[in-house]
């Protein structure tokens, strides 16, 4: 199947820096990659869709200027963590779907853990 | 908007069979996924379902009725690897990205 990779996988930071996180989809192109943030012991929520060479969809009540998603290439997605504060504190997951393939399913990266101290 | 339903906890001995019900409301329903996610990981495929009736794939089948926006999960032979979270998931024409549901945490004991 395809594969999503995620780096890097833990992150330890300052409040106040700022932590890149890339999503890379290793053996298919990804026109559409997904941002979700997860809680211990909680659901999967949608932050914003990253489109290839266009601006990223963010979902309601996510900041855009705090949470920057770049999709420079068809298989690189970054989003940056801009001004971290201790809240930020969280699992970010990406996912992309190989639309060559099955279009239904998402291909989850393992994950990036940050902790803003 | 979208918005699932799934039991919050559930538990089963080696062997047994367990069965993860979700209802959903969406509009331009597009199809009912299931993932699996172990502590710490991410989450990976088990199944989908577009139309009304059951999928197989090996000891995991999964259920839909679109008339009762309704779906299940039903896990056979439970083994103790199977101990993890299954979340549903819903796509709709008009969103590209998946709804997830809560999430519904199985323990499976010896």
């Known amino acids: 199947g395809a594969v999503v990779s995620q780096h890097p996988s833990r992150v330890i930071c300052k409040s106040g820096t700022s932590v890149k996180i890339e999503c890379r989809s290793l053996?298919?192109?990804?026109?559409?990659m997904f941002w979700y943030r997860q809680f211990p012991k909680k659901s999967l929520m949608l932050m914003a869709t990253?489109?290839?060479?266009?601006?990223?969809?963010?979902e309601q009540g996510v900041e855009k200027d705090k949470f920057l998603i770049n999709h420079a290439s068809l298989t690189l997605s970054t989003l940056t963590v801009t001004s971290a504060h201790p809240e930020d504190s969280s699992f970010y997951i990406c996912?992309?779907?190989?639309?060559?393939?099955?279009?239904?399913?998402?291909?989850f990266g393992p994950g990036t853990r940050l902790t803003v101290t | 908007g979208q918005s699932l339903e799934q039991p919050s906890e559930v538990t089963a001995v080696e062997g047994a069979i367990v069965q993860i019900n979700c209802t959903y409301q969406?509009?331009?329903?597009?199809?009912l996924s299931w993932y699996q996610q172990h502590d710490g990981g991410a989450p990976t495929f088990l199944s989908y379902?577009?139309?009304?009736g059951l999928e197989e794939t090996g000891r995991f089948s999964s259920f839909l009725s679109r008339s009762d926006s309704y779906g299940y999960l039903l896990l056979q032979e439970l083994q103790m690897k199977d101990s993890a979270s299954y979340f549903c998931?819903?796509?709709?024409?008009?969103?590209?990205?998946?709804?997830f549901g809560s999430g519904t945490r199985l323990q499976v004991q010896p």
């Open positions: 969406t509009s331009g329903f597009y199809g």
């Open positions: 379902n577009a139309l009304d």
């Open positions: 990253s489109n290839e060479g266009s601006k990223a969809t963010y």
């Open positions: 053996d298919f192109q990804a026109t559409t």
């Open positions: 998931a819903v796509g709709n024409t008009g969103r590209r990205a998946l709804t």
């Open positions: 996912s992309a779907r190989d639309t060559s393939g099955r279009n239904y399913e998402q291909y």
